[in-house]
């Protein structure tokens, strides 16, 4: 079974950093691609970040330049260093994996978010 488990999360004040992580484990029949999304309260989940095997990284317009994705994976770990927070990164941050085989089932896995908290 796959399962992500985020941590990091936190209050800040705007100007502030944090850090999140994603621990995945049971991953070996998914895609390489790793993403983080996000969803602040009362919108849709928006794409954030994704790295690829070779550690190229996509970035969202709106956290370019302030959002640096990671991974360790001999640690089988993401990361998503946010610098620079402002009020509108407030949001539940979620990972993602790419398309998983398991069991004859095709699908994505996500994992339980860990909110972050911008205060102007």
């Known amino acids: 079974q796959v399962q992500l488990v985020e941590s990091g999360g936190g209050s800040v004040q705007a100007g502030g950093s944090l850090r999140l992580s994603c621990a995945v484990s049971?991953?070996?029949?998914?895609?390489?691609?790793m993403s983080w999304y996000r969803q602040a309260p009362g919108k849709g989940r928006e794409f954030v970040s994704r790295?690829?095997?070779?550690?190229?990284?996509t970035y969202a317009e709106s956290v370019k330049g302030r959002y640096t994705i990671s991974r360790d994976n001999a640690k089988n770990t993401v990361y998503l260093q946010m610098n620079s927070l402002q009020a509108e990164d407030t949001a539940m941050y979620y990972c993602?994996?790419?398309?998983?085989?398991?069991?004859?089932?095709?699908?994505?896995?996500w994992g339980q978010g860990t909110q972050v908290t911008v205060s102007s």
């Open positions: 049971g991953s070996t029949s998914c895609g390489s691609d």
């Open positions: 790295i690829h095997s070779d550690g190229m990284a």
């Open positions: 993602k994996t790419a398309l998983c085989a398991i069991g004859g089932v095709i699908r994505e896995y």
